[in-house]
């Protein structure tokens, strides 16, 4: 069954465009009225929407998760929620793609598919129940919290990055400021965006803001004693989201281990040179959508079958791993954290435990 999954997951992904031209075709021949109301615009937004759901789709199966697929739909069903399209549009959309696939696979990828399409689809039968704000009233420094992302949202990254830096010079710890105000402001920021209450380009500016003013604190970041451990810590290609990958690497930094931060969208080729070159103790890898497990699988896939690199412990994080419980040993990876600290106790127990001083 695993070969056949496989196989599922390569056939959706590799036809992607194909499938989701035909599913978009079929879509707007049942639903005639919306091309009407939306026009040519709409079909293009609904096309790039049948393609997400395609890549969602095949790196859930990939990842033996159908959790992670009914994660995304439900997510998908909120956004839409908030743009006042009804769950019914979509369930429609994803019958199109079912049905196409259905055309388009052999009968033993189908079948598989079609377990995870039917899944889904169960999930748009229930009501959405929308996020609640990530700023809540009774966590620590929820007040700065509120104050920082107002400033944001009003533009004012000067006065946010005082706000931040006139706090930590008060005595607040970079850590603390990392954890409860910057995780939690960002989680908000994303969720604002979801319910069409931010557009993509806020949603930008707050995020640039937030890595400007945490290079802005990396002089307090640095100071920390050195140990003797190093880790590098990466976004894989396509994943343009290192905010929660930084702060781990700053978190690793402040307790003392050599960091080598290579950032966002990291080619697989250029994380193993790094590798080589720097023969670290830990690898940090960071995966914000469902898409981009199969780069963090085939990198540490290559890292399994390279004797120079079969030494080094690798940790994972991110959305999809907080979603699937396990994933993370599915795909090979040595470990997982769901935030920074976490992160930073998870990283010296496997260091510990590599070197017998567990």
């Keep these: 069954m695993g070969i ?11 036809e992607e465009l194909d499938i ?30 049948v393609r997400d759901h395609l890549a969602h789709l095949s790196e859930a199966i990939l990842a033996s998760s159908q ?6 739909v439900a997510w998908a069903q909120e956004k839409l929620a908030a743009r006042n399209i009804p769950a019914s549009d979509l369930a429609v959309n994803l019958n199109c793609v079912k049905e196409i696939l259905a055309q388009r696979l052999p009968i033993e990828n189908y079948v598989i598919a079609a377990k995870y399409m039917n899944s889904a689809l169960l999930q748009l039968e229930k009501k959405v129940t929308r996020q609640s704000s990530y700023l809540e009233e009774d966590a620590p ?17 000067g006065a946010a990055s005082k706000l931040i830096l006139d706090e930590v010079d008060a005595g607040t710890s970079v850590k603390a400021i990392y954890m409860h105000v910057f995780q939690p402001v960002q989680y908000e920021i994303g969720r604002l965006w979801q ?101 963090i699988t085939e990198l540490i896939t290559a890292m399994h079958t390279d004797p120079d690199l079969q030494h080094i412990k690798v940790m994972v994080g991110g959305h999809p791993f907080n979603i699937a419980p396990g994933l993370w040993k599915e795909i ?25 001083t567990a």
């Excluded at 035909?22 to 079909?43: I, V, W």
């Excluded at 959790?67 to 995304?72: E, G, I, Q, V």
């Excluded at 769901?338 to 496997?350: H, I, T, Y």
């Design 4 to 14: 056949v999954k496989k196989q599922t997951a390569e056939k959706i992904s590799d």
């Design 20 to 49: 989701a031209t035909a599913a978009t075709e079929l879509f707007f021949k049942q639903r005639p009225e919306l091309e009407a109301q939306y026009g040519k615009a709409g079909r293009t937004a609904s096309l790039q929407g």
């Design 67 to 72: 959790a992670l697929f009914k994660n995304y």
């Design 141 to 157: 420094l929820s007040s700065l919290a509120s104050q920082y992302m107002n400033l944001l949202l009003e533009g004012d990254r």
């Design 195 to 295: 319910q069409d209450k931010l557009t993509i380009a806020q949603e930008h500016y707050c995020s640039a803001a937030t890595q400007l003013i945490m290079s802005q604190l990396y002089y307090k970041v640095v100071g920390s004693e050195k140990n003797h451990h190093k880790v590098v810590a990466a976004c894989v290609e396509g994943d343009m989201h290192e905010i929660g990958i930084r702060m781990v690497s700053d978190f690793l930094e402040m307790e003392g281990w050599h960091t080598y931060y290579l950032g966002a969208n990291m080619p697989k080729s250029s994380i193993i040179k790094t590798l080589h070159e720097q023969k670290p103790d830990l690898l940090l890898l960071s995966a914000t959508m469902t898409y981009h497990l199969h780069a």
């Design 332 to 356: 090979g990876a040595d470990g997982y954290a769901n935030d920074a600290s976490d992160a930073l106790e998870q990283a010296n127990r496997l260091v510990s435990e590599a070197s017998g």
